[in-house]
């Protein structure tokens, strides 16, 4: 009999009465929640990361097969082959500017 007066009752009352588990299964029920909320979160991070670096490759300058390798880098190492194209494009902007430094025409001429 008690367990059917204190399914119409609240939860405090389930609590006071020192029952083991007052609603069963609701602690699976929060960690599979939880797992597809991560799991949603990580999936529409890395596809957007991954359109971004794709298109930053389409764009890129460079061989066909580099970038289609590159392509199969990021779409297949989640998260990693974003970071590692985003590592190497800064690599390369980074030695462009050295190397831009010095105009091919001389230095800057007063008009």
Do not use: H, Y
């Not at 939860?11 to 029920?29: H, K, N, Y």
């Amino acid at each position: 009999m008690t367990g059917g007066i204190l399914a119409g009752s609240g939860l405090s009352d389930c609590v006071q009465s020192g029952a083991d588990d007052c609603l069963p299964g609701f602690g699976a029920f929060l960690i599979l929640f939880g797992a597809g909320v991560v799991g949603v979160v990580v999936v529409t991070v890395w596809l957007s990361m991954a359109t971004v670096a794709s298109i930053d490759i389409v764009r890129s300058d460079g061989e066909a097969s580099r970038k289609m390798l590159w392509s199969v880098a990021v779409w297949g190492l989640p998260i990693v082959g974003v970071l590692l194209w985003r590592w190497r494009d800064k690599q390369c902007s980074n030695s462009a500017s050295r190397l831009s430094l010095v105009s091919p025409e001389g230095p800057p001429r007063d008009l």
